[in-house]
């Protein structure tokens, strides 16, 4: 291995198979001087047939103890030379890299993978985005390789594992994993280089002095041709005017003075980067280039953006200690002295230039790191990271890069930042996983941050009280209803003991408890809570208060999903006069009370009232939101759906066509909204006699849905009757009867013979056959 300059792979367009080859994801370059290992390596891609797995791992232990740390004996590398060359043969491939270190790592991956395909950014959540995606991997022809890069713990890929008679799988881990399922991977322990790839790469590495060569043969024998120990000895030999004779001379004091200071035998690579470090020493004097490499093994192995080491605080902590002058230009300076001495790497091109540590090297400094040090370091890159993190860009390889810099500071520094309260870096990362819609690891940082807080601060300090809001937050978003009203009430009681039952914070947390209980389908229980919170809020502020009006329509969302449809009126009325006269017809909040308003009246039926309001709200929401916006559609939605429910089939099949053109142009054919938009339209030309235009909309909405979601699921079975009906009505009976038998059957099976839809399917196909 040397030290290997990364390049970037842009997600492309979709990827279909007469598109053309594509890839996705950030993948390293070839190192400066790679070796084909042919004698050492597992062969091609190509040579193993689609479908096979293989796990490129570490080496097997030494059998006596060795000082060392796992790695370097260029996994990576090997996984990008053997999937760069079956791109490159492949006809019409889609490649995807993957930097498999965390679920969020994963999930952006796929994510990123799935825009390129559809050429739209998904709107729904990651896990669902990658979920389509992989259902993609399952069926296509299109040759694909995914490749998952330094996996290290197999529960970050539970559900994310890619599957598919057309695919292979290329990962990387530092020991054996298991791979779950039928799967039956090749593993391929990657050792050291042979001692022909070694020296090959040594004399490659060397051919600009061939003078330096002198005694090669030598060092790469006490080397044991480690391919790490090789890049570092290279770099530094390269960088000085000295030979492999005289940096074995080096070696072999240094080996002998760590043996005598560990008692153990050094691997080569624990004693080549105390020269590295050395090395760099010398081209950037100072201690300059120990406190630059100190800061970058904190921030983690996976790419730290170069913004993080131009920032003031990163420059102050490696420049200015003890309050000396930050200089930028000196840490360039010693940033290019540790690349060059093999510590780490920089990444020369691409939007956000990125500086690479490998693990062993990461594991190597850390080990010796003072702690008084470390926490020094640990504040300076909490503060470069919150300093270079960019607003709204949640989605971007930059801001995965941030977050995964983040935890890795987190993993590295125990308490640290924690002292005086959570550092602010601690929860921008969590916003960032709630703002790129990563609802499982959000969860899982958010509950992190909350214990911890919890332990060091106590349960009624204020970042405490923050971080499990924003955890609740975080479990309803991810569907953890009953967690999510949990972690209300315990903020509740926490607030009601600190701070008193009429303190305003308690009672915002009372409403969210509401809404929890609202969103858990829970609606009783809401209106319980939320009558309560608006006699105290009305009691404490007077009826007009602004905090009254969300709770008022909370509130009648609850009255309407209990059924109580006039009370859910009544109330929504007296909320819509409100704001109107507080803050206009064009306020949000205003827009927002009068589609509640809308769909509480077609709930109860007055389905000329509903279409009154939807079509105000729908006009108001185009003019002050566009007609693109999540909010519009929404209102389109409705207004289609009380046309359709008053019979008014003329006003209501312009609207379905208007939400299907528009979700296909937002989202793609495939997304999850396009397909019912697809299904809703051909439920209106069924009810308006356009059977043949019913059946083509019919026909694609369930091959969508049992592409995307699988041929059992509940939306797949819904298509596969709505279809049968539809086949039915056009006198193709054998065919409706032998579908719906088939629905049945699998209604049955997956959902039980009581469910709704099992009861209906029942039902239709008795009243076709007359069984």
Same mark, same amino acid.
């Given at each position: 291995?040397?030290?290997?300059?990364?390049?970037?792979?842009?997600?492309?367009?979709?990827?279909?198979?007469?598109?053309?080859?594509?890839?996705?994801?950030?993948?390293?370059?070839?190192?400066?001087?790679?070796?084909?290992? &042919?004698?050492? *390596?597992?062969?091609?891609?190509?040579?193993?047939?689609?479908?096979?797995?293989?796990?490129?791992?570490?080496?097997?232990?030494?059998?006596?103890?060795?000082?060392?740390?796992?790695?370097?004996?260029?996994?990576?590398?090997?996984?990008?030379?053997?999937?760069?060359?079956?791109?490159?043969?492949?006809?019409?491939?889609?490649?995807?890299?993957?930097?498999? #270190?965390?679920?969020?790592?994963?999930?952006? *991956?796929?994510?990123?993978?799935?825009?390129?395909?559809?050429?739209?950014?998904?709107?729904?959540?990651?896990?669902?985005?990658?979920?389509?995606?992989?259902?993609?991997?399952?069926?296509?022809?299109?040759?694909?390789?995914?490749?998952?890069?330094?996996?290290?713990?197999?529960?970050?890929?539970?559900?994310?594992?890619?599957?598919?008679?057309?695919?292979?799988?290329?990962?990387?881990?530092?020991?054996?994993?298991?791979?779950?399922?039928?799967?039956?991977?090749?593993?391929?322990?990657?050792?050291?280089?042979?001692?022909?790839?070694?020296?090959?790469?040594?004399?490659?590495?060397?051919? !600009?002095?061939?003078?330096?060569?002198?005694?090669?043969?030598?060092?790469?024998?006490?080397?044991?041709?480690?391919?790490?120990?090789?890049?570092?000895?290279?770099?530094?030999?390269?960088?000085? #005017?000295?030979?492999?004779?005289?940096?074995?001379?080096?070696?072999?004091?240094?080996?002998?003075?760590?043996?005598?200071?560990?008692?153990?035998?050094?691997?080569?690579?624990?004693?080549?980067?105390?020269?590295?470090?050395?090395?760099?020493?010398?081209?950037?004097?100072?201690?300059?280039?120990?406190?630059?490499?100190?800061?970058?093994?904190?921030?983690?192995?996976?790419?730290?953006?170069?913004?993080?080491?131009?920032?003031?605080?990163?420059?102050?902590?490696?420049?200015?200690?003890?309050?000396?002058?930050?200089?930028?230009?000196?840490?360039?300076?010693?940033? &290019?002295?540790?690349?060059?001495?093999?510590?780490?790497?920089?990444?020369?091109?691409?939007?956000?230039?990125?500086?690479?540590?490998?693990?062993?090297?990461?594991?190597?400094?850390?080990?010796?790191?003072?702690?008084?040090?470390?926490?020094?370091?640990?504040?300076?890159?909490?503060?470069?990271?919150?300093? !270079?993190?960019?607003?709204?860009?949640?989605?971007?390889?930059?801001?995965?890069?941030?977050?995964?810099?983040?935890?890795?500071?987190?993993?590295?520094?125990?308490?640290?930042?924690?002292?005086?309260?959570?550092?602010?870096?601690?929860?921008?990362?969590?916003?960032?996983?709630?703002?790129?819609?990563?609802?499982?690891?959000?969860?899982?940082?958010?509950?992190?941050?909350?214990?911890?807080?919890?332990?060091?601060?106590?349960?009624?300090?204020?970042?405490?009280?923050?971080?499990?809001?924003?955890?609740?937050?975080?479990?309803?978003?991810?569907?953890?209803?009953?967690?999510?009203?949990?972690?209300?009430?315990?903020?509740?009681?926490?607030?009601?003991?600190?701070?008193?039952?009429?303190?305003?914070?308690?009672?915002?947390?009372?409403?969210?408890?509401?809404?929890? &209980?609202?969103?858990?389908?829970?609606?009783?229980?809401?209106?319980?809570?939320?009558?309560?919170?608006? !006699?105290?809020?009305?009691?404490?502020?007077?009826?007009?208060?602004?905090?009254?009006?969300?709770?008022?329509?909370?509130?009648?969302?609850?009255?309407?999903?209990?059924?109580?449809?006039?009370?859910?009126?009544?109330?929504?009325?007296?909320?819509?006069?409100?704001?109107?006269?507080?803050?206009?017809?064009?306020?949000?909040?205003?827009?927002?009370?009068?589609?509640?308003?809308?769909?509480?009246?077609?709930?109860?039926?007055?389905?000329?009232?509903?279409?009154?309001?939807?079509?105000?709200?729908?006009?108001?929401?185009?003019?002050?939101?566009?007609?693109?916006?999540?909010?519009?559609?929404?209102?389109?939605?409705?207004?289609?759906?009380? #046309?359709?429910?008053?019979?008014?089939?003329?006003?209501?099949?312009?609207?379905?066509?208007?939400?299907?053109?528009?979700?296909?142009?937002?989202?793609?054919?495939?997304?999850?909204?396009?397909?019912?938009?697809?299904?809703?339209?051909?439920?209106?030309?069924?009810?308006?006699?356009?059977?043949?235009?019913?059946?083509?909309?019919?026909?694609?909405?369930?091959?969508?849905?049992?592409?995307?979601?699988?041929?059992?699921?509940?939306?797949?079975? !819904?298509?596969?009757?709505?279809?049968?009906?539809?086949?039915?009505?056009?006198?193709?009976?054998?065919?409706?009867?032998?579908?719906?038998?088939?629905?049945?059957?699998?209604?049955?099976?997956?959902?039980?013979?009581?469910?709704?839809?099992?009861?209906?399917?029942?039902?239709?196909?008795?009243?076709?056959?007359?069984?």
């Amino acid at each position: 291995m040397s030290s290997s300059i990364p390049g970037s792979l842009a997600a492309g367009p979709d990827a279909r198979p007469q598109a053309g080859p594509a890839r996705s994801g950030t993948i390293p370059a070839l190192a400066d001087c790679f070796t084909v290992r &042919l004698q050492t *390596g597992p062969g091609p891609l190509d040579a193993h047939p689609p479908g096979q797995w293989l796990v490129l791992t570490g080496p097997a232990a030494p059998a006596r103890p060795v000082y060392d740390w796992p790695g370097g004996t260029g996994k990576t590398q090997l996984a990008v030379y053997l999937a760069q060359t079956w791109w490159q043969r492949s006809q019409a491939g889609l490649l995807v890299w993957l930097t498999a #270190a965390s679920r969020d790592a994963v999930l952006s *991956g796929y994510l990123q993978a799935a825009t390129g395909r559809t050429g739209t950014v998904p709107t729904d959540d990651a896990e669902k985005a990658a979920a389509r995606f992989l259902s993609w991997l399952a069926e296509t022809t299109q040759p694909w390789l995914v490749v998952l890069d330094g996996v290290t713990n197999p529960v970050d890929l539970d559900e994310l594992w890619p599957d598919g008679p057309a695919g292979r799988v290329l990962m990387t881990a530092a020991q054996d994993i298991a791979v779950p399922g039928p799967r039956d991977p090749l593993v391929f322990p990657v050792g050291t280089f042979s001692s022909h790839e070694a020296l090959t790469y040594l004399m490659a590495r060397l051919s !600009a002095d061939t003078d330096q060569r002198l005694g090669a043969v030598d060092l790469v024998a006490d080397l044991g041709c480690d391919p790490l120990a090789l890049a570092q000895a290279s770099a530094a030999i390269s960088s000085s #005017a000295i030979t492999c004779r005289d940096y074995l001379d080096l070696f072999l004091r240094r080996r002998e003075q760590i043996a005598e200071a560990v008692g153990a035998q050094p691997a080569a690579k624990a004693v080549t980067w105390t020269l590295s470090v050395e090395r760099a020493e010398q081209m950037s004097p100072g201690g300059l280039a120990q406190l630059c490499l100190a800061l970058a093994v904190l921030l983690g192995c996976h790419g730290i953006p170069d913004a993080v080491f131009a920032t003031r605080p990163a420059a102050e902590f490696i420049t200015g200690p003890g309050g000396g002058q930050a200089d930028p230009q000196a840490v360039r300076s010693a940033l &290019l002295s540790l690349h060059s001495t093999g510590l780490l790497d920089i990444d020369p091109g691409g939007a956000a230039r990125m500086v690479r540590v490998h693990p062993a090297v990461q594991a190597a400094v850390r080990s010796a790191m003072p702690d008084d040090v470390r926490d020094q370091a640990a504040r300076a890159a909490a503060d470069a990271l919150l300093q !270079a993190w960019p607003d709204d860009a949640e989605q971007s390889p930059l801001a995965e890069s941030l977050r995964a810099c983040e935890a890795s500071l987190e993993r590295a520094t125990a308490d640290t930042l924690w002292a005086g309260g959570a550092h602010p870096v601690l929860f921008r990362a969590g916003r960032s996983l709630d703002g790129a819609r990563l609802t499982g690891p959000a969860v899982s940082h958010w509950r992190a941050v909350a214990r911890t807080s919890e332990r060091v601060l106590g349960p009624a300090h204020p970042d405490t009280l923050v971080a499990a809001v924003r955890l609740a937050s975080a479990a309803l978003a991810a569907g953890q209803n009953d967690d999510a009203v949990a972690l209300y009430r315990w903020i509740v009681d926490t607030q009601v003991r600190s701070l008193g039952p009429d303190h305003p914070r308690t009672v915002a947390a009372r409403v969210d408890v509401g809404s929890a &209980l609202l969103a858990a389908g829970r609606p009783s229980e809401a209106i319980g809570v939320l009558e309560d919170v608006l !006699a105290a809020v009305e009691r404490l502020h007077g009826s007009g208060a602004l905090d009254s009006l969300a709770v008022q329509d909370s509130l009648a969302s609850a009255y309407q999903a209990t059924g109580r449809y006039q009370d859910a009126i009544q109330l929504a009325r007296r909320t819509l006069a409100e704001r109107e006269r507080r803050y206009g017809a064009d306020h949000p909040g205003t827009m927002a009370t009068r589609a509640d308003l809308a769909s509480a009246c077609l709930a109860d039926g007055r389905k000329r009232e509903a279409i009154t309001y939807a079509k105000r709200t729908l006009a108001d929401r185009e003019r002050v939101l566009g007609h693109d916006h999540p909010d519009t559609l929404a209102s389109l939605s409705t207004l289609a759906a009380a #046309a359709y429910s008053a019979r008014r089939l003329k006003e209501a099949l312009p609207l379905y066509a208007r939400m299907l053109e528009v979700q296909t142009r937002l989202h793609g054919t495939d997304h999850p909204d396009t397909i019912t938009a697809r299904g809703n339209l051909a439920s209106v030309y069924h009810s308006a006699g356009r059977l043949a235009a019913a059946i083509q909309l019919y026909e694609q909405a369930l091959a969508g849905r049992q592409r995307i979601l699988g041929p059992v699921h509940p939306d797949t079975l !819904a298509s596969r009757t709505n279809l049968a009906h539809a086949y039915n009505a056009i006198g193709r009976l054998s065919e409706a009867v032998a579908l719906l038998r088939g629905t049945l059957a699998d209604c049955e099976r997956v959902l039980g013979a009581n469910d709704p839809l099992t009861k209906t399917v029942r039902e239709s196909l008795k009243a076709m056959t007359g069984d």
